[in-house]
């Protein structure tokens, strides 16, 4: 069969999955040639991770960072992520049906890893769950290996609290007010506003409860409590601030909110990891990237568009693969201390928030109109990455030959 996309309400709801292979493959092409000119592919340093476990490893940074670790340092990662596989339809199934992005992005890493002689093992399933973390704790004493690394770039909707099963679901909403902003279809290429109702109480608690740190901080204390968490051990999770203009609907926001839960546990874990084992956590505030999230979030499509015109034009220009390789070259793995501001934070958000860069892109957000998007923004690059995070236009693929399997690769 032949695979288009398919867009609604500016998600893309299927997935190609030649294009999802071929997607990790320049990936993994890049991390290597970076790591050469670094002169470390084949000299890896003495404090380069060994064994990482990497907690929504499918897309996006998670599956960047173990991309990063596994094709950089050589090391052995393990995996975790809950997809949707894919359907050939017949013997009970009732329909073709294509799987997650992130089902082929895992089955493409573990064969690309094998190919390099990588150890990787991916488990589907749920992250959040006792049951998930007795699994990778059996694993990695089978393995007789221990985590000196582990990433945390869960993102979900959805957790059930694995003690009492009560089911928490997130929302992306301002707190306080109403919220519009512009946004851009991706199937038209129009400017429209859309608007977001402020959140309840319960709303904020629960975005908390899925988004924020209490899961995280379970998978730390229940890895140490067994044992399996080495000397030295280093933890980071993910956060974002981004520009002023979009702090209303993200950084105050619900999502906000559980953001900052996330980075006040990791000042919690880090005391605790120095005390018990020389340990580090932190958070790494990242880089404003097209997500699967992001095209449906008020004022952000039309942001990233004109943040991402000005800083290919500055030559500052980064995505996923870029930031992670950075993150762990230039502040996680250095032979020193990790840099950090004074909230504890890693700011490898840098480029996007240095001054010259949002006073241009204030300064053209003020002036755009349907007339010049094309001009005073980058909707083609939005587009691309739009459609790259579902392994659609992927240079190198072909989109017109038929796809015989929609189960593998």
Same mark, same amino acid.
């Given at each position: 069969?032949?695979?288009?996309?398919?867009?609604?309400?500016?998600?893309?709801?299927?997935?190609?999955?030649?294009?999802?292979? #071929?997607? *990790?493959?320049?990936?993994?092409?890049?991390?290597?040639?970076?790591?050469?000119?670094?002169?470390?592919?084949?000299?890896?340093?003495?404090?380069?991770?060994?064994?990482?476990? *990497?907690?929504?490893?499918?897309? !996006?940074?998670?599956?960047?960072?173990?991309?990063?670790?596994?094709?950089?340092?050589?090391?052995?990662?393990? !995996?975790?992520?809950?997809?949707?596989?894919?359907?050939? &339809?017949? #013997?009970?199934?009732?329909?073709?049906?294509? $799987?997650?992005? $992130?089902?082929?992005?895992? =089955?493409?890493?573990?064969?690309?890893?094998?190919?390099?002689?990588?150890?990787?093992?991916?488990?589907?399933?749920?992250?959040?769950?006792?049951?998930?973390?007795?699994?990778?704790?059996?694993?990695?004493?089978?393995?007789?290996?221990?985590?000196?690394?582990?990433?945390?770039?869960?993102?979900?909707?959805?957790?059930?609290?694995?003690?009492?099963?009560?089911?928490?679901?997130?929302?992306?909403?301002?707190? $306080?007010?109403? +919220? @519009?902003? /512009?946004?851009?279809?991706?199937?038209?290429?129009?400017?429209?506003?859309?608007?977001?109702?402020?959140?309840?109480?319960?709303?904020?608690?629960?975005?908390?409860?899925?988004?924020? $740190?209490?899961?995280?901080?379970?998978?730390?204390?229940?890895?140490?409590?067994?044992?399996?968490?080495?000397? &030295?051990?280093?933890?980071? #999770?993910?956060?974002?601030?981004?520009?002023?203009? @979009?702090? /209303?609907?993200?950084?105050?926001?619900?999502?906000?909110?559980?953001?900052?839960?996330?980075?006040?546990?990791?000042?919690?874990?880090?005391?605790?990891?120095?005390?018990?084992?020389? !340990?580090?956590?932190?958070? @790494?505030?990242?880089?404003?990237?097209?997500?699967?999230?992001? #095209?449906?979030?008020?004022?952000?499509?039309?942001?990233?568009?004109?943040?991402?015109?000005?800083?290919?034009?500055?030559?500052?220009?980064?995505?996923?693969?870029?930031?992670?390789?950075?993150?762990?070259?230039?502040?996680?793995?250095?032979?020193?201390?990790?840099?950090?501001?004074?909230?504890?934070?890693?700011?490898?958000?840098?480029?996007?928030?240095?001054?010259?860069?949002?006073?241009?892109?204030?300064?053209? =957000?003020?002036?755009?109109?349907?007339?010049?998007?094309?001009?005073?923004?980058? +909707?083609?690059?939005?587009?691309?990455?739009?459609?790259?995070?579902? !392994?659609?236009?992927?240079? &190198? *693929?072909?989109?017109?030959?038929?796809?015989?399997?929609?189960?593998?690769?």
């Amino acid at each position: 069969m032949i695979i288009e996309p398919m867009i609604r309400s500016n998600m893309c709801i299927n997935a190609h999955p030649k294009g999802c292979a #071929a997607d *990790v493959k320049h990936q993994i092409e890049y991390v290597e040639k970076k790591f050469a000119e670094r002169g470390i592919l084949n000299n890896v340093p003495k404090d380069a991770p060994k064994t990482v476990l *990497v907690l929504g490893c499918s897309t !996006g940074y998670g599956l960047a960072s173990r991309i990063a670790v596994a094709f950089g340092y050589k090391a052995t990662t393990i !995996g975790i992520s809950f997809e949707k596989e894919g359907s050939n &339809g017949g #013997a009970g199934k009732s329909r073709k049906k294509t $799987g997650t992005p $992130g089902w082929y992005n895992n =089955m493409a890493f573990d064969k690309f890893a094998k190919e390099r002689g990588l150890e990787s093992v991916t488990f589907n399933g749920d992250a959040f769950s006792h049951e998930m973390r007795l699994n990778v704790i059996d694993t990695l004493k089978k393995m007789g290996k221990k985590i000196d690394l582990l990433v945390y770039s869960v993102a979900s909707s959805v957790r059930i609290d694995p003690d009492n099963g009560t089911i928490y679901r997130s929302v992306l909403k301002p707190v $306080g007010n109403i +919220f @519009s902003g /512009a946004t851009i279809d991706f199937k038209t290429g129009r400017i429209s506003t859309i608007s977001a109702q402020p959140a309840t109480d319960e709303e904020v608690t629960n975005t908390v409860k899925v988004m924020g $740190g209490e899961d995280w901080a379970l998978w730390v204390r229940q890895l140490q409590k067994a044992g399996v968490l080495a000397e &030295g051990v280093k933890t980071v #999770a993910y956060s974002y601030i981004g520009p002023k203009l @979009s702090h /209303a609907i993200y950084r105050e926001g619900t999502i906000g909110s559980a953001k900052k839960h996330l980075e006040a546990t990791a000042r919690e874990l880090h005391k605790e990891l120095q005390k018990d084992l020389h !340990g580090e956590a932190y958070v @790494s505030v990242n880089k404003g990237l097209v997500t699967r999230s992001s #095209a449906v979030i008020p004022i952000i499509p039309m942001y990233i568009s004109v943040l991402f015109k000005v800083m290919k034009e500055m030559g500052n220009h980064e995505g996923c693969i870029e930031q992670m390789e950075r993150l762990m070259t230039e502040r996680l793995y250095t032979g020193s201390s990790v840099p950090t501001d004074e909230n504890h934070l890693i700011r490898i958000d840098d480029y996007e928030l240095d001054p010259k860069v949002q006073e241009e892109v204030d300064k053209r =957000m003020a002036t755009v109109t349907q007339e010049n998007l094309a001009e005073i923004g980058d +909707f083609e690059g939005y587009r691309h990455d739009f459609l790259a995070t579902n !392994g659609f236009d992927i240079k &190198g *693929v072909d989109y017109k030959a038929n796809v015989a399997s929609l189960t593998s690769i």
